[in-house]
Antibody, heavy 115, light 105 residues
Framework: EVQLVESGGGLIQPGGSLRLSCEAS????????MSWVRQPPGQGLEWVSI???????DYADSVRGRFDISRDTSRNIVYLQMNSLRVDDTAIYYC?????????WGQGTLVTVSS | IQLTQSPSSLSASVGDTVTITCRAS??????LSWYQQRPGKAPKLLIH???TLQSGVPSRFSGSGSGTDFTLIISGLESEDFATYFC?????????FGGGTKVDI
């Protein structure tokens, strides 16, 4: 059974940094495309970032240069390092498997950026 | 690529057939997926490649379309189908989602 468990969310001031983790079981992160997708409260979905099986990464324009996706293959965890956070980064952040379509999702972790 | 869903919300009854449309701002072949999201839950993949039913998804869900116009049909709405539905394109690497269609009673 595939499980993705996010953690690391919380309340952070504008300009601050936060690192989210996605602990995977039942799927090997180094052999899959792993993405982060976010959803502001009460709003729609926005793809944020992807790390491909080969290690290549990509980002939405809204976070490029501020966010960094990485993985720890020994612990089977995907990370999202978020820097220079802005109020409009407030959202539930989901970890998901896939790139063309996302077939497994975590339960999400809430990031609130506010002073 | 912008995806425009219509309607943004609709009211229906158990047993109804519901149609949701998704229009892309440029041609995307069949690089389109549909998701269902219940309140407080993560999205769930229903259909990918415009018309391929994801494993375990009931056959009352169906998808069609190619190019710029796509449709999700729920035939025989059940109580657990009251949720919000999103389309998503993967034609371009900058993946995008539609704004969502809320289906309520």
């Amino acid at each position: 059974e595939v499980q993705l468990v996010e953690s690391g969310g919380g309340l952070i001031q504008p300009g601050g940094s936060l690192r989210l983790s996605c602990e995977a079981s039942g799927v090997t992160v180094s052999r899959n495309y792993m993405s982060w997708v976010r959803q502001p409260p009460g709003q729609g979905l926005e793809w944020v970032s992807i790390i491909y099986s080969g290690g290549t990464t990509d980002y939405a324009d809204s976070v490029r240069g501020r966010f960094d996706i990485s993985r720890d293959t020994s612990r089977n965890i995907v990370y999202l390092q978020m820097n220079s956070l802005r109020v409009d980064d407030t959202a539930i952040y989901y970890c998901a498997r896939g790139r063309g379509h996302f077939d497994y999702w975590g339960q999400g972790t809430l990031v609130t950026v506010s002073s | 690529i912008q995806l425009t869903q219509s309607p943004s919300s609709l009211s229906a009854s158990v047993g109804d057939t519901v149609t949701i449309t998704c229009r892309a701002s440029q041609r995307i072949s069949t690089y389109l997926s549909w998701y269902q999201q219940r309140p407080g839950k993560a999205p769930k993949l229903l259909i990918h490649s415009a018309s391929t039913l994801q494993s375990g998804v009931p056959s009352r869900f169906s998808g069609s379309g190619s190019g710029t116009d796509f449709t999700l049909i729920i035939s025989g709405l059940e109580s657990e189908d009251f949720a919000t539905y999103f389309c998503q394109q993967s034609y371009k690497s900058a993946l995008t989602f539609g704004g969502g269609t809320k289906v309520d009673i």
